[in-house]
């Protein structure tokens, strides 16, 4: 077989659709394996390479039996990390949508590679397989002008970086103002209450101490705020539900004007771990708007589970808003918000759904399937 050529950048692979139906993805692999020019892989539901064909191998600069045994997390070039992580999650859920890996060589070279994933019709265990067929797209240690999608991302990034800068000088700012002032405070009694002591007044001196306390205590839930803001470990040792629960009360608490219910219908060990960190961010950047753009003087967060499904749903009775004109318009004239939850949705296998009207609210909602439970 003659070795992969760089200067080829479309690999000939037969189209899934070539392969007769087979019964598991390894017996597609045995078929397409007897087909020379295809590129393609099986692998297992952590993404180990279980068998490769020899055009996929030299595909990357590696032998056949290099290949079989590395796994897409180890293969994915710097960034590709993630991608790797949801592009797995969807195959574990059945999606058999294609999608792009950046993937390195043997020799450090990139390589963008289409993954077509063959529909896995019978295999529904726990340790499911999956058959992959590859084709590049295209080097990309050369320089090629940027795709429409390409530029997108390179918007959305530097977007990032204001967004950065933004949560930088508000965690300065809550600092400052939020916990400073308390601090000083709480100095400001405990010196009071050194002095009464000192001149023997003992009720004064308890009065102070306990206002002392008071203030730390304050100074105890603002840290408490901000870390929270910063990366919700409660997510980590409490659970999803908690932490929407506290989320909506601190928001409502920073929001009075706005009636904010919270309906979690979905028992916490139902949702998928990697589900928990991007629903939370979701609803973060979906609450943002509602207090921001939308007006309202109600609004609610419903996460619950119905008929296999995950659903969220975040909505307001606010002024409403043009959804469609603003997800499927100029990309550049949106902001990051609803483009983050859109991504967030699709990187995890969800489904997205904006339903808004002038004048009559906004719901946003996303799905995503579970396992039937056991
Ligand atoms: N709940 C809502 N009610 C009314 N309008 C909304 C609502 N959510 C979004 N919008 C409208 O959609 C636009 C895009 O929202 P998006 O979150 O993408 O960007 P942004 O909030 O303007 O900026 P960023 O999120 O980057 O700070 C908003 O500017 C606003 O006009
Ligand atoms: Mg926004």
Redesign the pocket.
């Known amino acids: 077989m003659p070795p992969y050529s760089t200067d080829s950048p479309v690999l000939t692979a037969a189209p899934p659709d070539d392969v007769a139906h087979p019964q598991s993805a390894h017996a597609a692999f045995i078929e397409v394996r007897g087909k020379n020019d295809v590129a393609a892989v099986l692998i297992n539901a952590q993404g180990q390479i279980l068998e490769a064909t020899e055009v996929a191998a030299s595909m990357l600069g590696y032998s056949m039996s290099d290949l079989v045994g590395r796994s897409l997390q180890d293969l994915g070039a710097t960034g590709w990390r993630w991608s790797i992580t949801n592009a797995l999650m969807r195959l574990g859920s059945a999606c058999a949508k294609p999608f792009n890996l950046q993937l390195l060589g043997r020799s450090g070279r990139r390589a963008l590679i289409e993954m077509i994933p063959r529909p896995n019709l019978r295999e529904r265990g726990v340790d499911r397989h999956h058959l992959l067929v590859w084709r590049e797209q295209r080097t990309c240690d050369r320089q090629v002008p940027l795709s429409a999608g390409e530029a997108e991302l390179r918007r959305l990034a530097f ?1 990032l970086l204001d ?1 950065q800068d933004d949560q930088r000088s508000r965690i300065a700012s809550d600092l400052h103002d939020g916990i400073g002032p308390l601090v000083i405070a709480a100095k400001f009694f405990a010196e009071g209450a050194a002095a009464r002591l000192n001149g023997g007044d003992m009720q004064q001196a308890t009065t102070m101490l306990e206002t002392t306390v008071a203030r730390l205590r304050d100074v105890l839930s603002e840290l408490h705020r901000i870390t929270v803001q910063l990366r919700p470990s409660s997510l980590n040792d409490l659970g999803l539900l908690p932490t929407i629960t506290w989320y909506c009360r601190d928001f409502g608490q920073l929001k009075p004007q706005l009636k904010l219910g919270c309906d979690l219908r979905v028992a916490e060990e139902r949702i998928p771990a990697e589900l928990k960190l991007q629903i939370f961010r979701i609803i973060e ?2 609450m ?3 207090g ?3 007006g ?1 003087t109600e609004a609610s967060v419903i996460l619950a589970e119905d008929r296999h499904e995950l659903e969220l749903r975040i909505e ?1 009775n ?4 043009d ?1 469609a004109g ?1 997800l499927e318009g100029d990309p550049g004239g ?6 983050s939850i859109a991504k967030r949705i699709d990187g995890t296998g969800g489904r997205l759904e904006v339903c ?1 009207h002038r004048g009559r609210g ?1 719901a ?1 909602t996303a799905r995503w399937s579970l396992q039937p439970a056991s």
């Open positions: 977007a967004t950047e979906a943002r708007n509602v921001t753009h939308s309202a307001d606010g002024c409403g808003f959804a603003v949106m902001g990051i918000g609803l483009h808004s906004t946003l």
